[in-house]
């Protein structure tokens, strides 16, 4: 009878352990807030009242993770929030311009490929791109600095998000950039927020990681946040990759850029004329 007892509570014990395993589909909900007010203010620069008060109030965007065992994909979530201004934000910004912002896109991952592909629209062409977590962006359309030197600084610092157990790594990044003539290297810093309990692994800057999940990003008036988890069934083609659209390398994506960048110059000096 004491036997019976025993592998009794065992099977419960287990069963209740399966029940308690995180789910392995679903779709977390993301919020990345941009405030211009909170990015000046961090980066030192004083303004008066009067343009304090033309400053852009901040923004909200909403963005999905969509999840299972084999894929997944990140996008701008159909229902994005609503801004301070009343208005849908419609723009992807993660504050982090010099991680590859000024394209609006799309992340693809296939677990089991270790792969990552990004979506993006250019010249009213759809492009899909191979990328790589951690790896520095190509070159943003408009500028010809280069991509930023990053260390990543591990701490044993934790905090939870959404039930999970997430550790701090703090990205601090090197870039150098000609100021009035004199080149000058400007540092920076960014917090990620990572937990290895979801058992994949993501970014919602791809640019920024170094494992696991990463739930939390934290720049000078930026934040990017998982709010909220669901777990269900999420086929395959919900997070397959889109067809016919048009494959591009790193390299060919940097010269468009390029070539873009100059035809937009030479147009402006035309117009001088």
Same mark, same amino acid.
């Given at each position: ?35 211009? !007010? ?12 009067? !343009? ?21 994909? #990140? +996008? ?16 992807? %910004? ?12 799309? %992340? %693809? ?15 009213? $062409? ?25 260390? #990543? ?14 550790? +701090? ?14 080149? +000058? ?8 927020? %990572? ?20 739930? !939390? ?28 659209? $048009? ?27």
């Amino acid at each position: 009878m004491k036997q019976i007892f025993i592998a009794v509570l065992g099977l419960f014990a287990f069963s209740a352990q399966v029940q308690a395993q995180p789910g392995r589909s679903g779709a977390i909900q993301f919020e990345s807030t941009f405030d211009p !007010a909170a990015l000046t203010a961090a980066n030192g620069i004083k303004l008066s009242q009067e !343009a304090t008060a033309r400053i852009p109030k901040s923004s909200v965007t909403s963005f999905e993770l969509l999840f299972n065992t084999d894929k997944a994909s #990140y +996008k701008q979530a159909a229902d994005p929030k609503i801004n301070n201004n009343g208005r849908g934000s419609g723009i992807r %910004y993660g504050g982090l311009g010099v991680f590859g912002g000024g394209i609006s896109k799309d %992340y %693809y991952y296939d677990f089991k490929d270790h792969r990552l592909t990004q979506a993006f629209d250019l010249n009213d $062409t759809l492009f899909l791109m191979e990328d790589t977590l951690g790896m520095p962006p190509v070159v943003g359309f408009g500028t010809l600095h280069p991509a930023p030197a990053i260390e #990543y600084i591990k701490s044993d610092e934790r905090r939870d998000i959404l039930g999970f157990k997430c550790h +701090k790594v703090t990205a601090m990044t090197t870039v150098k950039r000609k100021i009035q003539g004199m080149e +000058k290297e400007i540092t920076d810093e960014v917090i990620l927020w %990572y937990t290895d309990e979801l058992g994949f692994d993501f970014s919602p800057n791809p640019v920024l990681w170094t494992a696991g999940t990463v739930l !939390a990003i934290e720049g000078k008036g930026t934040r990017i946040e998982a709010k909220s988890i669901r777990y269900k069934e999420v086929d395959t083609k919900e997070v397959g990759l889109p067809e016919n659209i $048009t494959t591009i390398s790193r390299g060919q994506l940097r010269d468009k850029l390029e070539s873009r960048r100059k035809q937009i110059h030479f147009s402006r000096i035309g117009s001088w004329n």
